[in-house]
């Protein structure tokens, strides 16, 4: 027999108050043994099984492009210009797209970036080295992703300014007071917009080695992307790739810092990266959960949830559980690859496309920043960014270090 969703007696879950660690006791003691809790928009679901589930059946569809409608916007020029991404796209469409863009996305192409992304993290640390201290975001994380996503794309060095400022105007997307900033945002996707289309244009007349000559090229069957999805495809790293990775490096760092014998392991083994950066981010994901709404009414666990039904499945604490890693709670670079994979890239057919990039990044800066940044230690306040929708990570982080690395 099954019940229909708003019938059920369910645990009630408020995430915006305590800190991270105070919240999850809070989190884990109000949800119990229920699989199902009901949350801020609708309902949630935290277990491993039930966010593969949930990530992995078509019928539920992204909530990306709502955020800003249930954050009470209702300008629909705004709504609109939101909607074409290929993080709200579904179904046919979006195969299509996926499969068309997967191979300029493939970890060859993001290890072909792997030498300048070393040249950018050690140009970064070049200034403050001498001195031992630096604000680990101000300096290292908010700069590292831009030039990188320009590299990739084929943008010269000069338009690097541009970028961050479009790049920085776009992320406002993510931030509490949106609806005060609709025509910032609107007006940044619209200058990356023509700055794209005349990308575009030279690359069409001169291909080059880049993503976008790559996207231009590609084609299946005859089929190949339109001007209007290479636009959006820019747009979409521009939106997916930044923040996510310079907020990513932030947990990171933070939390080695917590670590300082694994910090010290990983400048002496730089091949443990890979493992550092899944462990860093199942334990400190920076990407804690994402959305899903019911396209139509579906039926999972006896349970039923009308069309429109909305969903939050919860990353973080499906990354610490105990059936799926062992040993959950403790943070250790050196242990072997767990059987399940973490889960802060999400899962299913919108499992993040750029991951192979991140990961290089991730994997090239750790091993250099624990190099020329021995005996790292927090040397005064951390500030986080606000714990909503968005994507979470230190604000302000003062470190130090041994000088001269
Ligand atoms: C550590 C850094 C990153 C994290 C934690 C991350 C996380 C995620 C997650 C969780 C999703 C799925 C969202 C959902 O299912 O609702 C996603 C999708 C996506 N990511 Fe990432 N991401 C990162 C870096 C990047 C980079 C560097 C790029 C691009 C160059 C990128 C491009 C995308 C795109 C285009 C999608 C949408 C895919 C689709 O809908 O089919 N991401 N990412």
């Not at 920085?168 to 005060?180: A, Q, T």
């Not at 802060?344 to 800066?365: D, K, N, S, V, W």
């Not at 624990?370 to 979470?392: E, S, Y």
């Amino acid at each position: 027999m099954s019940t229909l969703v708003h019938d059920l007696d369910l645990p009630e879950v408020n995430f915006s108050d305590g800190d991270f660690d105070e919240r999850r006791v809070k989190y884990r003691a109000s949800v119990g043994d229920s699989w199902l809790y009901r949350g801020m928009f609708g309902y949630g679901v935290m277990h491993y099984e039930d966010i593969i589930a949930v990530l992995r059946d078509k019928r539920w569809h992204s909530a990306s492009a709502r955020i800003p409608e249930l954050m009470g916007i209702t300008r629909q020029d705004f709504l609109e210009r939101q909607s074409g991404s290929i993080l709200s796209t579904e179904g046919d469409e979006h195969t299509r797209l996926r499969r068309l863009v997967a191979p300029a996305f493939s970890p060859r192409a993001a290890d072909r970036l792997r030498p300048f992304m070393r040249q950018v993290m050690n140009d970064l640390v070049d200034p403050v080295a001498p001195a031992g201290r630096a604000d680990f975001v101000r300096d290292i994380t908010e700069p590292y992703p831009i030039p990188i996503i320009c590299e990739l794309l084929g943008a010269p060095k000069s338009d690097w300014q541009f970028f961050s400022r479009v790049a920085g105007d776009i992320l406002e997307i993510f931030s509490d007071d949106l609806p005060d900033k609709l025509d910032l945002v609107m007006n940044a996707q619209n200058d990356l917009d023509a700055y794209t289309r005349q990308m575009i244009a030279e690359r069409r007349a001169k291909p080059d080695e880049d993503l976008l000559t790559a996207l231009i090229a590609a084609e299946e069957a005859g089929d190949k992307l339109s001007n209007d999805e290479l636009v959006m495809m820019v747009n979409a790293v521009i939106v997916a790739g930044t923040d996510t990775t310079r907020n990513q490096l932030g947990c990171a760092v933070s939390l080695l810092a917590e670590h300082p014998d694994q910090w010290a392991l990983l400048a002496e083994r730089p091949e443990l990266a890979g493992r550092a950066v899944e462990e860093s981010m199942r334990y400190f994901g920076a990407v804690r959960g994402t959305a899903r709404f019911a396209s139509c009414d579906i039926e999972y666990r006896d349970v039923v949830f009308p069309a429109g039904t909305f969903i939050s499945v919860d990353l973080c604490e499906a990354n610490r559980q105990d059936d799926h890693f062992p040993q959950p709670d403790r943070f250790d670079i050196t242990t072997p690859a767990p059987a399940h994979p973490q889960l802060t890239f999400g899962a299913g057919i919108h499992y993040c496309l750029g991951a192979a990039l991140a990961r290089a990044e991730l994997q090239e800066a750790l091993p250099l920043l624990a190099q020329r940044m021995p005996n790292l230690r927090i040397d005064g306040h951390v500030t986080w960014k606000p714990d909503g929708v968005g994507i979470f990570g230190p604000a302000h982080m003062p470190i130090a270090f041994d000088a001269g690395h």
